[in-house]
């Protein structure tokens, strides 16, 4: 999840932007005669000012793109599903909350592509938190069924003569693309009738006809509402929090920060031992690795970062921020002892429901808040971040923004300290924020110039 994900999930958009920069470039060459194009191109970048004079917080900062459904999901007619379908999919789900939810939506993609109707998916989530938690224990399965009509078949039974078995579990470790499932699953599907998968991470949607792109997007984004139980009771913490409220998912947990392979200085005795007995095999890298690594951003902003970069915005340090993460953030107290106005679920959640709620009905809660907080920041970009970010977008709630770790290292290394790495850390983000750049959205959704 550290490796190459991140840094395509980063750089796609980017390489991306800068077409869209050429091309627009080339368009006004056409269109414009020169000196208006200078004019215009030249007012964009003169709008930033310098951090000395910017007295307004980062969300104020005129936005030029923004994301929005792509028409051909949301608006367009659906292609008809096939008359009969080719067998039946049961998507596997491992990990955490937003990882299940992750890849059940990648299922979803691939079983369109199949022309295969769905079951409900397995929540396998004993291997990570150790506990026992549905599909419906945190989704609401009417309504996923009723939402996905026309995009995909979903039943919540088998017919008899297949109900009684097991699903063929079928290897898809390596299938990523397309072709890689008509020509290694179709058949096992068309065999078996009934079979199970565990998509891979990085599944490309290049080559899906857009019915199979559509229902993915559908699915995953309009059919997935929490269930009447876990909403009302998201809905109770959502009302306790005094608004408006920033929500900042801070990760900086022994667990993450071991797997980093980050070294950082500074840090409480007590925390280097946490983060010494979650280090398994996985050394940290030193030397010339050790500032390469940290350079391409792979390492966690501690706490104290985190409320340095967001003084650099200008978010008041006396804002309400809820902090969405779950217990064991380390250091805390080099973010609370500048933000002083912090929460968290266990500030509202009786001691009853802390005992008897799953890790993963507690990480609903906090995805919750989130996606319905004024606010989202996030230090890191992991499956929660991305899906919150997305179900923010489509809610029309942009202040969202996730902070550069990359920046941060290589502004640090090049020796920037204090308004100096302020300024830059200004600049960087604000530019994030106005061309949506940050926020990185998948297959969905198109940029609109604002
Ligand atoms: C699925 O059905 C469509 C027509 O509805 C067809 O074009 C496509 O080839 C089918 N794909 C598979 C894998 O059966
Ligand atoms: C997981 O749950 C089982 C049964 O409740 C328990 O015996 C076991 O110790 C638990 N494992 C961990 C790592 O908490
Ligand atoms: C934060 O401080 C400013 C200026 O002192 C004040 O106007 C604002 O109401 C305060 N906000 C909160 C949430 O306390």
Request: charged share 25%.
């Amino acid at each position: 999840m550290l490796s190459s994900s991140s840094w395509n999930h980063r750089m796609r958009p980017i390489f991306f932007l800068l077409l869209f920069a050429l091309s627009l470039a080339a368009a006004a060459v056409v269109f414009f005669p020169s000196s208006e194009f200078s004019t215009r191109f030249l007012s964009t970048t003169s709008s930033f000012k310098p951090f000395s004079t910017e007295k307004s917080v980062i969300w104020t900062a005129p936005r030029v793109f923004e994301w929005r459904p792509c028409s051909w999901w949301t608006l367009e007619a659906l292609t008809a599903l096939p008359e009969r379908a080719n067998g039946y999919i049961r998507v596997d789900c491992y990990g955490g909350l937003n990882q299940l939810r992750r890849d059940l939506c990648d299922g979803i993609g691939i079983a369109r592509i199949l022309n295969a109707t769905l079951v409900l998916p397995k929540f396998e989530v004993a291997a990570y938190w150790n506990e026992s938690s549905g599909f419906g224990d945190v989704f609401d399965v009417d309504y996923f069924i009723q939402e996905t009509k026309g995009f995909i078949e979903i039943v919540r039974e088998l017919p008899k003569e297949i109900a009684s078995r097991e699903p063929f579990k079928v290897d898809c470790s390596k299938r990523k693309g397309l072709f890689d499932y008509v020509e290694a699953v179709l058949p096992s599907l068309l065999e078996h009738r009934y079979i199970s998968i565990a998509p891979a991470m990085s599944q490309r949607r290049d080559r899906y006809p857009l019915y199979a792109k559509a229902a993915f997007c559908q699915a995953c984004y309009n059919a997935l509402r929490l269930n009447k139980a876990l909403e009302s009771k998201a809905l109770d913490l959502l009302n306790s929090i005094p608004k408006p409220f920033l929500s900042l998912h801070l990760r900086f947990e022994p667990d993450m920060v071991a797997y980093s392979q980050c070294q950082y200085s500074g840090l409480s005795s007590q925390s280097q031992e946490a983060i010494e007995s979650a280090r398994g095999d996985r050394k940290p890298w030193t030397g010339d690795s050790a500032r390469i690594w940290r350079a391409r951003g792979k390492c966690p902003l501690t706490p104290k970062e985190t409320a340095f970069i967001l003084k650099s915005l200008n978010i008041p340090t006396n804002t309400t921020i809820y902090l969405a993460a779950g217990d064991g953030i380390m250091e805390v107290e080099g973010f609370t002892s500048v933000y002083t106005n912090v929460y968290t679920k266990a500030s509202f959640l009786s001691s009853e429901d802390i005992v008897q709620m799953h890790g993963n009905t507690k990480a609903a809660l906090d995805y919750y808040v989130s996606i319905n907080s004024d606010a989202y920041v996030a230090t890191y970009f992991g499956n929660m971040d991305k899906m919150v970010s997305v179900m923010r977008t489509l809610k029309g709630k942009h202040k969202t923004l996730f902070l550069s770790r990359r920046g941060f290292s290589v502004r640090s290394a090049e020796g920037m300290r204090g308004d100096e790495l302020r300024e830059a850390m200004w600049r960087e983000h604000r530019e994030d924020f106005v061309t949506g750049r940050g926020l990185a959205l998948p297959d969905c959704f198109c940029e609109f110039r604002l």
